[in-house]
Structures are given as structure tokens and as C-alpha cells.
């Protein structure tokens, strides 16, 4: 098969005159309109100067316009390198001065700002809106609808994606067309997408789930996408009528479950409902199924290797497991790592290799070669054991990582911003349960002065830190639990202020 994203999202939707997306006010866009509003805009980048390899570094909100960005840089060659709108100006700063893109597309609201950062590395800013509008879409009329595209071949690069780790500083994941095209493959054959098929999609397009997991599938077997801003239940619920699949994370399907209207005959049309980047409970799995005799399918991935393992479409769907590996993936767990006095000793690292794992991070051959075996295996940080029947189950992580409605917070990263504030003499940040999100952060902090008020910080860090990341509560101590080592211990911290 070819590895190319062009020949297999794009050429075959080339003269497609099926609705690709739903919009939230009724409008429908069919593919063929789809790629041509794409190849305007890709011909008005290329005239801008855009070329193969380039990065686009896309930060504007969920719109079809920021969608079809991701078509121009498939078109073009181009690799993109989609970022949540959210972010503060330091923290873009941080991802432009690390990947140096040569493009970068912002809300027209914040190009003033992110200008001189942009001109420094000669990186080209232009403004796109919510509703469409800024400089990618102006006068597109003047420009052709059709693109001649430059093909890219498997090992090309085709998206950067930025994870952060322990060390604090997020790191770009170099995906290739290669790895995006063989997972939406198997994903496709393995859920039974089809043309016929409409995907429900509120999730956000900057991350691996909304992006190549909705997005991929979908356009490879040409079906539909009721294209929502964000999870909005009611519009979810009015989806449900005439949508048969729906892809999010566990806080969807809690939320659906508190909705007195979610119902057997509500969610009638449906075919599948699917569930990843975070843990779903048991109880939730159980709740929907008594509730809409649905039985949610879970599935695992990561921004380095996108899905590694899934439940069936057919077959025993088991709650609390994320499935069996994918056709072409190899999944090992490592005994020597992790917890080895339980389980009769099955439970280790898990450790993965694949067309699915990416490249290696941008410009970080050090962190590359620490996160590979030497036998090439990917070492995920995620703990867990295989059943008798080959179901993979994740029992805890190895990294410091706090997942809060399908979102990734490394605590060390907001830890570092913590320290730099003029009061603080140390901090830990950790989760905490919480019903709605799963896991929320909360911060432990040492002051200088035990008086200082928490106010400042907390607006210290908000000015600087995305929305979800931020502590939703701070506690102030004398001092940290730790232990011989000097390591902080976020256990005793945990079961104390959970
Ligand atoms: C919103 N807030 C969050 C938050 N989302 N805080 C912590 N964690 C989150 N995930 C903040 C809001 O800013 C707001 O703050 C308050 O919490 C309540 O907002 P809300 O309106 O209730 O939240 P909402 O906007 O509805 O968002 C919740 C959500 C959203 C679950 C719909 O977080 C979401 O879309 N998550 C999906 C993430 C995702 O796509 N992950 C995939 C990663 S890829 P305030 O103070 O203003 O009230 C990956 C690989 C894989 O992991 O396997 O898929
Ligand atoms: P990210 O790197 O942001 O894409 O997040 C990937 C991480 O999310 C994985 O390493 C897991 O820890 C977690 N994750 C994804 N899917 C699941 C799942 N179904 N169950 C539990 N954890 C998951």
C-alpha cells in the first residue's frame, strides 16, 4: 500500500460530492469543496513563499478553515504542526523558538504580539479568526482551485506534535506519513468505518484523538463528520439522530451519563462509541451500557505512536482494558521495569514497536535515543500486563503525568513556573480525583514567607500557563514530604489532600 496522505485522504475524495462536514449552523461542505477551499489556500501559501518541508505552526481555534489547513500542508509537503489556541504568549514563544516554523497562523488578535518572535527567525505570521476570516482566507477567489501536490513518501515527515515529559520542556514528535496512514488503516478496518458512517467530533483538532484518529479514518473511508466547536451536549445529543459514531474521552461519556436524555432510543442510530486518552472507568463503561445498551469500545494511544491497541468491534468489548494490539504493532511489557510484587509478577513497562511509532523529537537526538530499547522497542512510561486472552490493561505510569478530561499535564512543567514566582521557595504538583475530569492538578507550595498571599501566585501562573494546566487550588506547607533521597513524595500528598 502507499504511505502517502495525499493518495489516500485526498485523491480519492478529489471529485467527491459527499458531505465531508456538518457544520454547528446546518451548513454542509461537501469533500470536493473541501479540497478546493484547500487548494486555494494552498496556492495563496505557496505564493507567500511556502515550500516542502516548511512547518506550518497552526494555533487558531476549531473552524473548517484551520481544518483545511491540515490538507494544505499534505498538499504542499509541507509538515503541520497544529497548537491549542489556549496557550499563553510565553508558551508559544517556547514552541516557536523551538521548531522555527515558517508559517504561523494565529487569531488576528494576537499577530502584534507574536510578530517580533516570528520576524526574528524569519517565520512568515498570518492571521485566521473562528469565523474563518483573517489573512489565510482573504481575496482566496483570486487563487485556483485545484492544486498540482507535491506527493510525500513514507519515511517524509507529515505532522509535528509537541509532548511534554519529565524533564518539563514539551518536545516536538515527529510523525510520518508512513505512521499516521498505516494506523488510520487499521483503525478503519478495525472499527468498520465506512462511507456510509457519520462521526460525531467535538474534540479539539490540535491533538492526536481529534486530529488523525477522527480525522484520518474518516476522510480514508470517505464518511461524514458532524464537525462541533466543542463538547456542547446538546448538540451532541441532536447529533446522535443521524450519526452512527462518536470518538472522546471518558468525560464525554460521564457527562452524557449525568444527561437525563441519553436513552436507548436516543442513541438508536448509533453504531460505535469509542473512548481514549485516559482511563475509563468500569462503572462508566457499565453506566452507558445499562443506560443505552451501548458497550463503550476503549482504545490506547499516545502522540508518539498514535493507537497502539484496541478493543473489537466484534467480539468482548472487556471494561477496564484498553484491547489487544493493533494487526502490525508489537507490544511487550518489560518486567524489569515498574511493579514487580504484584500480579505474580506480569505488570511492567509497556514497550512498543511499529509503523505506527514516530521518528524521534525535533531537533533532540539525547531524549530520542533515552525513550527507544536498544532494540528499538518505544518505552511508553505506561505500566500494565496482558491477560490470558492477550487484553492489554493499564495498571499506573512511570511518569509524573496527570491526565485531566483527556489532557496531558506533566506536573515538573508547572512546578518550574511555580519556583520562578519571587514567594515560592519550593512546590509539587499532583492529581486528584476528580468526577467530572478525571484527574485535576493541585499545588503544594513552600513560601517564603507563610503569609504571602496565594492570590499572586495563582495570577502569576495563570498569566502564564493554559487554562487546564493550572493548580485549581493551592496548600501551603512548611515543608515537603520527602524521602532519604530528598525526593518528593507525592503519595503521602495525594492520599492526604484527596
Ligand atoms: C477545561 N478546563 C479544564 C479542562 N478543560 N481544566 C482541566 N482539565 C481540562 N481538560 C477548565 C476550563 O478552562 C474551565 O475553567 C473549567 O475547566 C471548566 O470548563 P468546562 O466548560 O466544564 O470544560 P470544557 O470546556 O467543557 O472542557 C472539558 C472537555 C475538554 C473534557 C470537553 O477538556 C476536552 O475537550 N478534552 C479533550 C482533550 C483531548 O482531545 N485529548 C486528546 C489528547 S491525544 P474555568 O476556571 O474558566 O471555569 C491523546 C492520545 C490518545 O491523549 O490516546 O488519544
Ligand atoms: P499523549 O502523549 O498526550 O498523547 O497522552 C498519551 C497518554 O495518555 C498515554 O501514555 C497514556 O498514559 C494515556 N492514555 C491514552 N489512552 C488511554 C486509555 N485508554 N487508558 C488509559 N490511559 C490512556
Known amino acids: 500500500m502507499t504511505y502517502s496522505l495525499y493518495l489516500n485522504l485526498i485523491e480519492p475524495n478529489l471529485n467527491n460530492n459527499k458531505t465531508f462536514l456538518i457544520l454547528d449552523d446546518g ?34 481555534q476549531k473552524c473548517k478553515e484551520t481544518l483545511s489547513l491540515y490538507l494544505t500542508s499534505i498538499l504542499t509537503g509541507s509538515v503541520f504542526f497544529p497548537l491549542n489556541s489556549n496557550y499563553t504568549l510565553n508558551e508559544t514563544i517556547y514552541f516557536i523558538e523551538d521548531s522555527k516554523p515558517s508559517f504561523l497562523i494565529c487569531e488576528s488578535s494576537e499577530v502584534e504580539s507574536i510578530k517580533p518572535i516570528c520576524d526574528d527567525i524569519g517565520c512568515r505570521i498570518l492571521s485566521l479568526n473562528a469565523n474563518g476570516e483573517g489573512d489565510v482566507t482573504n481575496n482566496l477567489e483570486n487563487f485556483d482551485s485545484s492544486f498540482k501536490p507535491n506527493i510525500r513518501v513514507k519515511d517524509d515527515l507529515a505532522a509535528l506534535l509537541y509532548t511534554s515529559g519529565t524533564t518539563g520542556k514539551p518536545k516536538g514528535a515527529m510523525l510520518t506519513h508512513q505512521n499516521l496512514v498505516s494506523n488510520a488503516y ?27 484518529v477522527a ?28 450519526s452512527t459514531l462518536m470518538m472522546g474521552v471518558p468525560t464525554f461519556y460521564t457527562r452524557l451519563i449525568k444527561d437525563k436524555r441519553l436513552s436507548k432510543s436516543a442513541t438508536k442510530n448509533m453504531k460505535l462509541f469509542i473512548s481514549g486518552s485516559a482511563p475509563l472507568l468500569t462503572e462508566t463503561h ?34 477496564g482494558s484498553v484491547g489487544k494490539p493493533l494487526k502490525d504493532i508489537s507490544i511487550r511489557i518489560n518486567k524489569t521495569i515498574g511493579d514487580k510484587d504484584t500480579l505474580l509478577n506480569k505488570i511492567g513497562m509497556i514497550e ?16 530520542t535515543q533515552e525513550a527507544f530499547t536498544e532494540d528499538g522497542y518505544f518505552i511508553t512510561g505506561d505500566i500494565g500486563h496482558f491477560d ?37 521557595i519550593e512546590s509539587a504538583v499532583f492529581g486528584i480525583k476528580d468526577n467530572d475530569l478525571g484527574e485535576v492538578p493541585i499545588a503544594a507550595v513552600v513560601m517564603i514567607n507563610n503569609n504571602t498571599e ?45
Do not use: C
Open 286 to 319: 457499565q453506566d452507558f451500557y445499562n443506560i443505552t445498551g451501548h458497550r463503550i469500545l476503549e482504545r490506547y494511544g499516545m502522540t508518539e505512536t498514535n493507537m497502539n491497541t484496541s478493543n473489537p468491534f466484534d467480539g468482548e468489548r472487556k471494561a
Open 454 to 498: 496565594i492570590k499572586d501566585l495563582s495570577i502569576f501562573v495563570e498569566n502564564n500557563l493554559v487554562k487546564y494546566k493550572t493548580p485549581k487550588k493551592y496548600i501551603v506547607l512548611n515543608e515537603l514530604p520527602k524521602n532519604v533521597m530528598g525526593k518528593v513524595q507525592k503519595n503521602i500528598l495525594k492520599d492526604k489532600y484527596s
Open 215 to 242: 480525522i484520518n479514518t474518516s476522510m480514508m473511508s470517505g464518511a461524514t463528520i458532524r464537525f462541533i466547536k466543542n463538547f456542547n451536549i446538546d448538540l451532541v445529543m441532536e447529533a446522535f439522530k443521524y
Open 388 to 424: 490470558k486472552d492477550g487484553y492489554l490493561f493499564i495498571s499506573g505510569r512511570n511518569k509524573d503525568l496527570i491526565i485531566s478530561g483527556g489532557f496531558n499535564i506533566y506536573p515538573k512543567e508547572i512546578e518550574d513556573l511555580i519556583n520562578q514566582h519571587i514567594s515560592v
Open 186 to 212: 487499521q483503525l478503519i478496518n478495525l472499527w468498520n468505518i465506512d462511507t456510509s458512517d457519520t462521526l460525531i467530533h467535538s474534540l479539539p483538532i490540535y491533538h492526536t484523538h481529534g486530529l488523525f
Open 27 to 60: 451548513t454542509k461542505i461537501s469533500y470536493k469543496d473541501f479540497i478546493s477551499l484547500s487548494s486555494k489556500i494552498s496556492n495563496k501559501l505557496t505564493n507567500l513563499g511556502l515550500k516542502s518541508d516548511d512547518i506550518i505552526l497552526v494555533k487558531s
Open 352 to 367: 512498543i514497536k511499529g509503523p505506527n511509532v514516530f521518528k524521534g523529537y525535533l531537533n533532540n537526538p539525547e531524549k
